[in-house]
């Protein structure tokens, strides 16, 4: 079975430090990987996604994510934060199955 | 191009009522998932439907909940005598019929408060 850990919960940064986000997955073959925010009481917005090819991913709001299969990890990270980033971040996994598996997310906030 | 449209946005239910959630997927998109969100927690799929079949229900409880896609009109969630533990955000997705990738476009999500 797929499943994705989320080891932080809860991250603070400083408007415009570097932001890594971790994710890791479970899967036996190669995953289809993604990342969606989440605004309080907002629906998911994606931000990338990773199905095959290049590693490093681009995604929107400046966001990008590095595909590792030897660590089983898809982190998230933004070169400089801004205050409007402050959200909820999940990754996820699709393998076989169409339905995504979700990690239990992290919230970002954003300190000025 | 109007993305996924779900409503109503928040819904009130006692116990023992029933409750009814509707999705619009985007135009052209022929795929639809629910998933539910518990507080403080990531969202956990529920079913996945086509047009008029139910694909994958794997995560559905086996009581009192069901869902539907007709061939015309919204997909359909329906919970039966709710309970205050079905209190939570449920979000529709939708994906084109030739996404590779399983990529899902989610809506706003209906927040069921059951009092």
């Known amino acids: 079975a797929q499943s994705v850990t989320q080891p932080d919960i809860h991250i603070t940064v400083s408007e415009g430090a570097s932001l890594e986000l971790r994710c890791n997955y479970s899967?036996?073959?190669?995953?289809?990987l993604f990342w969606y925010v989440q605004s309080p009481g907002q629906g998911l917005q994606l931000l990338l996604k990773?199905?095959?090819?290049?590693?490093l991913v681009q995604g929107i709001k400046g966001f990008e994510a590095e595909f590792k299969r030897s660590q089983s990890s898809f982190n998230l990270r933004k070169p400089s934060v801004h205050w409007s980033d402050a959200a909820e971040y999940f990754c996820?996994?699709?393998?076989?199955?169409?339905?995504?598996?979700f990690g239990s997310g992290t919230r970002l906030q954003v300190q000025p | 191009n109007a993305g996924v449209m779900q409503n109503p946005r928040h819904l009130v239910r006692r116990r023992g009522q029933e409750a009814r959630l509707r999705c619009s997927p985007m135009?052209?998109?022929?795929?639809v998932y629910w998933y539910r969100q518990l507080p403080e927690e990531g969202l956990k799929f529920m079913v996945y439907?086509?047009?008029?079949?139910?694909?994958?229900e794997s995560g559905m409880p086996k009581e009192r909940f069901s869902a539907e896609f007709p061939k015309e009109g919204p997909s359909i969630l329906r919970i039966q005598q709710v309970v205050r533990g079905d209190s939570a955000a449920y979000f529709c997705a939708s994906s084109p019929p030739d996404s590779a990738g399983y990529e899902q476009y989610f809506g706003p999500g209906t927040r069921l408060t059951v009092t």
């Open positions: 135009k052209g998109h022929s795929h």
């Open positions: 990773y199905f095959s090819g290049d590693t």
């Open positions: 996820a996994v699709a393998g076989g199955r169409r339905a995504l598996t």
């Open positions: 439907l086509q047009k008029e079949n139910i694909i994958d």
């Open positions: 899967y036996g073959a190669t995953p289809y």
